[in-house]
């Protein structure tokens, strides 16, 4: 299918740098391809020696196209500068068998979940050019040998191109073991490599979602009731219907009215001029304050699961010389992505197809089946870089959903779906409301001797994956106070601990987001220790290692940023210090930051440090970035970020009440990488983690004043 460009702020930039804006979208290149030589799912070489690697996995800036396509280039033996990547659809996918694996891009796991048969697809790939080129020649395959996307023939000096040889390597049958490289030998992976996509972003060529135009397209703007749980009641199509463009107006399920015109502007500026009455249902009396005193009495319930537990905590705290409590709280928050939801549907009874920014492209096609009518066999979704996603675009797509419900009443016709931003604020899917209330035993010479941590809130998982919940036990509660594991493990040792969650979920629709619930249970852990190490007159530095006696890891990252900080030193005048860590996604991450709060209380955040042992890196300059975005999403996070309900709906509607950071607010990070070897981490969301509660002990450093819930804009640090 051809496409082409509307008008746009990205066209614009292209010509203004003097180039040729071409249209690239998977399709074409699928089309493209389909005459080019594929050695196996993941490699086609084309005869002029261009190599397209192929990879599931979404980006929305984080470099996953870039990072996979180093991991199978490097098994390759390819030339780097010949490799670009295209997406496989998800129906593709389905009608081979699930040959490319999952389409997930979430929970950190672009790298982490994939690095091996991605790799293997690579190594593959290699071996059967090789053997295709050694049949050519007449050889033992032993003689051959590849590096740059050339084979040659060692005796004879003979050569051959992959593009020479990739028809008849794609005919061969796939080998059976198939050897990866040791990541010592690495000369593509592991390497600072400029990132794959990183011209077409810089010069406007990216195609994101808002920016696909099709023949024949038509625009849809859409409102769903602002209440959640709320339903369109009645709305008046005549209103509009004459204004100029508009070519429909429609109800959208049982809660949205969407408007259909030729430029989305008509659309949009017909819905806002459309008379819609709101059933806003049960939730339409809801408040903040209600949700907080439901939260607030599962502190004590007796109805809560145990996520971590060893000895007796509650005989320990019993029987303790001193206790310590503290309760802490987290608040809603939206993703926030600067690319609204978006979709661009195309129905007939015969095919569903779905243009869309997705992280999950599988979920994305059984999102389009289901509204479509079809099987998935007869659906595809093809998909476009995201503008952001932070878990919005994953596990949940009903925008998705509505655009085909829209499209499905127009057949043949292809139509966009643009949310506006007031829309996509009040229908995010919401880091989940938590509250915890801990407690420390300490004996009489100021020791840890139990701790009882009780998380009382919302579980994503009972809302979007209900299945996942075993025996009233939703495991991503606990992420970052699992026992010691690969997986989001708590790094202290305390003789008598217990870990447990009373759930209680709100009619607020809550989603994955970014570092999920390693966020807030790392500002309970890393600010409660910095309690207990003040009240007992310890250093931080010193009472974590004390109790990080026994998890290496852990305490070798946290050492590394207290080395480079210079922690047991005094910082500069004015200013102060925190540290925090956790262990979350299958990586290892600390962090210190220094900040100061002047006589009127503003906070300057001048500088983090962080350290990260993620196991492998495959591209340190990615990497740095990922740490570098996670403090500014975790910082946006802490100082601003809070969404509060009054009568049922958000209050926080666009960016004036939903502030993220600016380039002035943001501190330097300087990065550590650290990895050990040995498995593979994700480094995406675990240092988000970090941010807040570095900053927070920072504060109490500065101020003396212990901040026990976000946002920070909230509260006065002006020192009593």
Known sequence: MNAVLSPSRRRFLGHAAGLVVAFHIPLEAAAQDAVAPEVNAWVVVRPDDTIVIRIARSEMGQGTLTGLAQLVAEELDADWNKVTTEYPTPGTNLARKRVWGSFSTGGSRGVRESHDYVRKGGAAARMMLVQAAAAQWNVPVTEC??????????????SLTYGSVAAAAGKLAPPQDVVLKDPKDWKIAGRRLARLDTVEKTTGKQIYGMDLALPGMLNAAIRDCPVFGGKVKSFDADAIRSRPGVKKVLQVGDSAVAVVADTWWRAKTALDALPI???????????????AATLKAGLDAPDAVAGNANGDAKAALAGAARKLEAVYSYPYQNHATMETMNATAKWTPQRCEVWTPTQNGEAALAAASEAAGLPQMQCDVYKLHLGGGFGRRGAVHDWVRQAVLIAKEMPGTPVKLIWTREEDMLHGRYHPVTQCKLTAGLDKEGNLTALHMRISGQSIL???????????????????LNAPGPEASFGYTVPNLLIDHAMRNPPVPPGFWRGVNLNQNAIYVECFLDEIAHATRQDPLALRRKLMKDSPKHLAVLNAVAAKVGWGKPPKKGVYRGLAQTMGFGSYVAACAEVSVNKDGKLKIHRIVAATDPGHVVNP?????????????????????????????????????????????MPAVESILMPSG?????????TIAVAAPAVLNAIFAATGKRIRDLPLKNHSLKKA
């Open 145 to 158: 040998r590849a590096a740059g996307s050339v084979i040659t023939h060692v005796p004879t000096g003979r």
């Open 277 to 291: 009455e709101w059933d806003k249902g049960p939730n339409a009396g809801l408040s903040s304050a209600d949700i």
């Open 462 to 480: 009972a809302a979007v994956l209900p299945a996942n919940v075993k025996d009233g036990k939703d495991p991503a509660v606990f992420q970052g």
């Open 621 to 665: 300059q990615q990497v740095e970035a990922q740490i570098e975005g996670s403090f500014v999403y975790g910082l946006s996070a802490a100082l601003y970020g809070a969404c509060t309900l009054k009568d049922g709906q958000m209050e926080q509607s666009n960016f004036d009440t939903y502030q993220v950071m600016k380039l002035d607010d």
């Open 678 to 686: 040995g498995f593979w981490g994700g480094v995406g969301e675990p």
